[in-house]
């Protein structure tokens, strides 16, 4: 198991960017895929972006496409998720999550560690 604790979240206005972090402990961290997912308020958490062992692959829900990058700097056993022109919609919870599958996926049962989530909120 990865322990996973986000930071970064915040209120920010329409058109702004912040910059959520996720610190891992245990040694797993670098052989983990990790994934970025969001639960907006009376919603279902979705995927918004996952990133690959190495880093080389990403992939992003189409909802955030363009919008933010998912990296990871597997030194400091750290993933991020950099979200530039916010809109009032990606107002959500934002977890990180660590599978123990060999790949990247979008499918938040196949996570098996997980974040406290961090409050992003986006003003109009």
């Known amino acids: 198991q990865v322990h996973l604790v986000e930071s970064g979240g915040g209120l920010v206005q329409a058109g702004g960017s912040l910059r959520l972090s996720c610190a891992a402990s245990?040694?797993?961290?670098?052989?983990?895929?990790m994934g970025w997912f969001r639960q907006p308020p009376g919603k279902e958490r979705e995927f918004a972006a996952t990133?690959?062992?190495?880093?080389?692959?990403?992939y992003y829900a189409d909802s955030v496409k363009g919008r933010f990058t998912i990296s990871r700097d597997n030194a400091k056993n750290t993933v991020y998720l950099q979200m530039n022109s916010l809109k009032p919609e990606d107002t959500a919870v934002y977890y990180c999550?660590?599978?123990?599958?060999?790949?990247?996926?979008?499918?938040?049962?196949?996570?098996?560690?997980w974040g406290q989530g961090t409050q992003v909120t986006v003003s109009s």
């Open positions: 999550a660590a599978t123990r599958l060999g790949r990247i996926t979008t499918y938040k049962h196949e996570y098996s560690s």
């Open positions: 245990g040694r797993t961290f670098s052989s983990s895929a």
């Open positions: 990133i690959s062992q190495s880093g080389s692959i990403t």
